[in-house]
Nanobody, 123 residues
Framework: VQLQASGGGLVQAGNHLTLSCIAA????????AGWFRQAPGREREFVAS????????YYADSVKGRFTISRVNAKNTVYLLMNNLKPEDTADYFC?????????????????WGPGTKVTVSS
């Protein structure tokens, strides 16, 4: 599975962005998907995850209530809607996919990773 994330950019605090992750190769609908982020000088951290059916989602406490993960399997695409962005959300955002179909907040559970898309939130 090849993943490609897009949608990053520079926004002011309080605004929103939507990231997209398109999968190519084996059927993405059979994979759980997640978003992670990495700020300069920090480790990559979990943001949100979704099961292959879309029925189950899980969020990091830092984004709960502001971010929404969703997917359209017919388009092989996973989205991350980010509302009320804060300067501390500034990071490279990575999408990932895992076999088995369930969600996970653990980096080691994901076999496939795409290149990051940069999000910068100014105060």
């Amino acid at each position: 599975v090849q993943l490609q994330a897009s949608g990053g950019g520079l926004v002011q605090a309080g605004n929103h962005l939507t990231l997209s992750c398109i999968a190519a190769g084996r059927a993405s609908s059979m994979y759980g998907a997640g978003w992670f982020r990495q700020a300069p000088g920090r480790e990559r951290e979990f943001v949100a995850s979704i099961s292959w059916s879309g029925a189950s989602t899980y969020y990091a406490d830092s984004v709960k209530g502001r971010f929404t993960i969703s997917r359209v399997n017919a388009k092989n695409t996973v989205y991350l809607l980010m509302n009320n962005l804060k300067p501390e959300d500034t990071a490279d955002y990575f999408c990932a996919a895992r076999s088995g179909g369930s969600w996970s907040n653990a980096r080691y559970d994901y076999e496939y990773w795409g290149p990051g898309t940069k999000v910068t939130v100014s105060s």
